[in-house]
């Protein structure tokens, strides 16, 4: 029976948690830019300008019938020949990190406009009516009314879909970024160790999510009572 040797785990912690920083970056600017943008195509999706509602849902649409890793795989195609093409910028890691920012936050977009629309929706319409009835314009009563009471609502799922992009991540490996999981991969690789270091990163991947998990039923619970 063989047997695991995790010796490669330690020296390699440096290289290891540059990977981890890399995920974490992705994941808080991509959660950012998404919930912003997803906020825009909802309200839009729910405009009464046909238009603006067509081009949201059919946003929305469109990148809920794709898979990410292909949309990966065109903005790491697409962004960084663009960015050399107007700027003359070099494809560099960093141009991977930004086209893979990109690609996440236009994706998970599509996910949280969903999530945000149906928040909104379970504003009671009576609220708006009221707002409206007191003067304030229909910006102002999304503004200062519907969404501060559509949060409450909103922050279990926008949570989850959090998580779920922070696992969604290690898919950034089509692109050579070395994320937490493709730098477990390369030291594994490297050292002969691929197996130790899989279990290992998943593992970590596991602790973290199941403790994001928990604090998520912790708030639920809290809104809830």
């Given at each position: 029976m063989a047997e695991f040797d995790w010796s490669s785990i330690p020296g390699a912690w440096p290289f290891l948690w540059a990977?981890?920083?890399?995920?974490?970056?992705i994941t808080v600017l991509a959660v950012a830019a998404g919930i912003v943008w997803g906020t825009l195509l909802a309200i839009m999706r729910m405009s009464d300008i046909r238009l603006l509602s067509w081009f949201a849902a059919s946003y929305v649409n469109l990148f809920r019938s794709i898979p990410?890793?292909?949309v990966l795989l065109w903005f790491f195609l697409i962004v960084p020949a663009l960015l050399e093409s107007l700027f003359s910028t070099p494809r560099t890691s960093d141009t991977r990190l930004s086209s893979a920012l990109v690609a996440f936050a236009l994706f998970e977009a599509?996910?949280?406009?969903?999530?945000?629309?149906a928040g909104i929706q379970s504003v009671s319409r009576g609220?708006?009516?009221?707002?409206?009835?007191?003067g304030m314009s229909q910006s102002q009563t999304m503004r200062l009314v519907i969404l501060p009471q559509a949060v409450s609502n909103m922050v279990p799922l926008l949570l989850t879909q959090g998580i779920i992009l922070f696992q969604d991540t290690s898919l950034v490996y089509v692109s050579s970024l070395a994320d937490f999981f493709g730098a477990a991969y390369k030291v594994g690789?490297?050292?002969?160790r691929?197996?130790?270091?899989?279990?290992?990163?998943?593992?970590?991947y596991f602790a973290i999510c199941f403790s994001a998990s928990m604090l998520v039923k912790h708030f639920q619970k809290r809104a809830g009572s």
């Amino acid at each position: 029976m063989a047997e695991f040797d995790w010796s490669s785990i330690p020296g390699a912690w440096p290289f290891l948690w540059a990977g981890m920083q890399t995920t974490l970056e992705i994941t808080v600017l991509a959660v950012a830019a998404g919930i912003v943008w997803g906020t825009l195509l909802a309200i839009m999706r729910m405009s009464d300008i046909r238009l603006l509602s067509w081009f949201a849902a059919s946003y929305v649409n469109l990148f809920r019938s794709i898979p990410l890793v292909m949309v990966l795989l065109w903005f790491f195609l697409i962004v960084p020949a663009l960015l050399e093409s107007l700027f003359s910028t070099p494809r560099t890691s960093d141009t991977r990190l930004s086209s893979a920012l990109v690609a996440f936050a236009l994706f998970e977009a599509a996910y949280y406009a969903e999530i945000i629309r149906a928040g909104i929706q379970s504003v009671s319409r009576g609220q708006s009516a009221a707002a409206l009835a007191l003067g304030m314009s229909q910006s102002q009563t999304m503004r200062l009314v519907i969404l501060p009471q559509a949060v409450s609502n909103m922050v279990p799922l926008l949570l989850t879909q959090g998580i779920i992009l922070f696992q969604d991540t290690s898919l950034v490996y089509v692109s050579s970024l070395a994320d937490f999981f493709g730098a477990a991969y390369k030291v594994g690789d490297r050292d002969g160790r691929l197996v130790e270091l899989l279990l290992f990163a998943g593992a970590v991947y596991f602790a973290i999510c199941f403790s994001a998990s928990m604090l998520v039923k912790h708030f639920q619970k809290r809104a809830g009572s």
